[in-house]
């Protein structure tokens, strides 16, 4: 007997989720599921270190990385005075926060641009965000996707021109909490992506960068 052939049915794809608040310290608002591979960022961003992340970036690290990874930073320079209001990543996936398992984001200012001649590693003293100790941030298990990090008025910060920058991810080591995507080549000649606070190489001499924008309004030139 002859096989029923039965026709294939149109199957509609799965929707990205909404965009979605998630509960993270009181200084920063948390906007995850904000853009599914995005090949731009949104609005005009002061500062990124790739121009279409989910093309450039296609490399997800994490705080798994050589089972020893707590530190995932990102330098960059700043060129004119600006209050920085909202950080940008792109990432997504991993295990997702708990008690144990936190994040912290910190921004750290890690000095004169000119008086920097070594950026294989880098040390840092204050972080800048929530008066020293950084801000808890609840991750939600996501698609790869961009996450948006709007900072409230105490920890909107006034970058300063001529200085060099680390904003980094803070995570539980070998545990594999979130990814955050990077490129597999230098992209962002002003900046470079580190683990631990040392630089990442790849093939060879060449430096990497994690996706990231940062956004703010431009102080008045004096």
């Known amino acids: ?112 641009v000119s008086e920097q001649a070594d950026n294989k590693s880098y040390t840092v003293k204050e972080n800048l965000f929530n008066s020293l100790k950084g801000l808890k941030i609840a991750y939600e298990v996501q698609p790869l996707g961009l996450i948006h990090f709007d900072l409230k008025k105490s920890n909107q910060l006034k970058l300063k021109a001529g200085h060099r920058y680390a904003f980094e991810l803070k995570g539980k080591k070998g545990y594999l909490s979130m990814g955050w995507r990077r490129t597999r080549s230098d992209i962002f000649n002003e900046g470079a992506a580190y683990n631990n606070r040392s630089i990442i190489r790849e093939r060879g001499d060449d430096t990497v960068d994690y996706a990231m924008a940062l956004y703010g309004t431009d102080s008045p030139k004096k």
């Not at 989910?54 to 004119?80: L, W």
């Not at 950080?87 to 200012?109: A, H, K, R």
């Open 1 to 112: 007997m002859e096989g029923v052939t039965v026709p294939m049915r149109d199957v509609p794809p799965l929707p990205f989720p909404e965009p979605v608040k998630n509960k993270s310290d009181e200084g920063v608002i948390v906007t995850q599921n904000a853009g599914f591979m995005p090949q731009s960022w949104p609005g005009k961003p002061i500062i990124a270190t790739v121009d279409n992340p989910y093309y450039k970036a296609t490399y997800c690290a994490s705080f798994n990385a050589n089972r020893n990874c707590e530190f995932m930073g990102q330098t960059f320079q700043v060129h004119e005075d600006f209050t920085l209001d909202r950080i940008s990543i792109f990432g997504g996936d991993g295990l997702g926060y708990d008690d144990e398992n936190t994040i912290v984001i910190g921004l750290y200012d890690l000095g004169s």
